[in-house]
């Protein structure tokens, strides 16, 4: 009898077919399986020679090919697909066999498999996975979420194929449930703000600075060596500075300016609303997008609605420093507004995150990738439960050098008339964050007058509610 594979992978689409390359690669045998069986058996030509591969026809071939207990990996569309890969998988595994769904599902489904599938004496878990199709087959993060136990019957594999930074694999079990997509998500949220705010300097940089597509690639490259070392902004000097073979024009002056999106940034933002989380950096971005996708209605709009005069040139030197500052404190912003999110949802689902781990596995591997990332993993080491990045010094000094150039970048570009909801509502969280006595008050005297939905006062305990209409005394409710 042929040897037994130890991990299967059923979906064979890029990402699918590059982790179970990946995974071969490492010297590990493996089943794999595709619903339209014409892929697996390409997958066995272009790939059978890598490794230790078991093509598999039908599902029960797939499940049969298997040692116990059987790890499965699924990588197919979030959604109804992964429903329905369960479904057909079920009837066909024991007790103590594992589920491995390792797509961006949305985590509330996550969790509802989890307890369909442990009412069938199955073990799921559902996995981030980030790094794209490179990632996927060189080395990408991992965020596997669910049963600890379940988690140790992959662990090795997982930590075998996983990128490594400094000697530590980006992979960690990040916690039971869903928690594993959730973190996955709001990578995904966090991938949103970082696009948008380099979407944003490219704005300022061709419109205020009236720079080039090539030169402002250039000023991404050099940025690459300071602080914003990122991955994004390492492939946003290489996607301005592509010629388009057709035209000889800079590719991205051919590209439609609509953004597509699959989910992920939506889902972080309204988790955030749900938790009462401020998270305005990932929400513009993902408004942004959906505005780049009016394009038919911004046409219209272009001719009809009003822009301010054409300003005169701007000193592009201290400009595109001033851009930078910018970018580099509206990140942090971001980053920090991401992992008050997650730690308001580990308290929530008692998931407690190890959110310095959560900055350690996405050092290398994933699509926000960043040396940064050191700094808040230093950070969470120290201060384990702090509240918000931007009270760590390290964070808090970077922004308040940055702070000027912050503010002259959102005054330009709102005097200009370029659109910057990512930095100017950075700006403005973070201004409303170090502000002691905000304008809340009023909020809670209105809603007050209009609905008796009561205050606290800043003297005495308790309730309160004015009688606005009727005699004007206050009254204590509690
Ligand atoms: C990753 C990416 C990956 C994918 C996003 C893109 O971590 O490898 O985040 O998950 O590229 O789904 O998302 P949008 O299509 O919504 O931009």
């Not at 980030?130 to 019957?153: F, H, T, V």
């Not at 992979?171 to 966090?190: C, D, E, L, S, T």
């Not at 912050?406 to 950075?426: H, Y």
């Amino acid at each position: 009898m042929a040897e037994k594979s130890r991990i299967g992978v059923t979906g064979l689409a890029v990402m699918g077919a590059n982790l179970a390359r990946n995974i071969a690669s490492r010297g590990v045998p493996i089943a794999v399986h595709n619903r339209t069986t014409a892929k697996t058996t390409q997958f066995i030509e272009d790939y059978g020679h890598e490794g230790a591969f078991t093509g598999a026809e039908s599902t029960a071939d797939f499940v049969a090919a298997l040692e116990k207990p059987r790890r499965i990996i699924v990588m197919v569309k979030a959604g109804k697909p992964v429903d329905g890969v369960i479904e057909e998988l079920t009837p066909l595994l024991d007790e103590g066999d594992i589920i491995i769904d390792a797509g961006n599902s949305h985590f509330p489904d996550t969790v509802r498999r989890t307890a369909e599938c442990a009412a069938n004496g199955i073990r799921f878990m559902g996995v981030g996975v980030s790094g794209g199709e490179e990632g996927a087959l060189l080395g990408p993060s991992i965020m596997p979420g669910g049963d600890p136990e379940a988690y140790e019957e992959v662990r090795e594999i997982f930590e075998s194929i996983a990128a490594v930074v400094d000697g530590t694999p980006c992979v960690v079990h990040v916690g039971p449930g869903g928690a594993g997509h959730y973190v996955k998500m709001v990578h995904n949220g966090i991938e949103y703000a970082d696009i948008q705010l380099i979407a944003e300097a490219y704005d300022l940089l061709t419109h205020v600075a009236g720079l080039d597509a090539p030169a402002i690639g250039k000023i991404f490259e050099e940025w690459n060596s300071g602080d914003l070392e990122s991955f994004l902004i390492e492939i946003t000097g290489k996607v301005l500075a592509k010629t388009d073979e057709k035209t000889g024009r800079p590719l991205v002056d051919v590209i439609v300016d609509q953004a597509g999106q699959k989910g992920t940034g939506t889902w972080t933002a309204i988790d955030a609303l749900g938790l009462g989380i401020p998270l305005t950096g990932i929400t513009e971005a993902v408004f942004a997008r959906g505005l780049s996708a009016l394009r038919d209605e911004r046409k219209k709009a272009s001719t009809t609605l009003a822009g301010p005069q054409p300003a005169g040139k701007a000193d592009r030197t201290d400009l595109v420093e001033d851009i930078r500052q910018a970018l580099y404190a509206s990140k942090v912003v971001a980053y920090a507004q991401g992992f008050a999110q997650m730690r308001a949802a580990s308290i929530e689902n008692g998931w407690d995150l190890d959110l310095g781990a959560m900055a350690t596995i996405w050092r290398g591997g994933c699509i926000i990738r960043a040396q940064f990332l050191n700094r808040i993993r230093d950070a969470y080491a120290e201060h384990p439960d702090l509240d918000n990045l931007l009270m760590v010094p390290y964070f808090t000094e970077a922004v308040a050098t940055a702070q000027d150039a912050w503010r002259r970048v959102v005054v330009t570009a709102t005097e200009q008339g370029v659109a910057i909801p990512a930095f100017s509502s950075s700006l403005s969280y973070y201004d409303g964050y170090r502000t002691e006595r905000g304008p809340a008050n009023l909020i809670q005297g209105l809603r007050d007058f209009f609905g008796a939905h009561t205050y606290k006062r800043t003297d005495e305990e308790g309730s309160f509610h004015t009688r606005w209409a009727q005699d004007g005394t206050e009254v204590k409710t509690d």
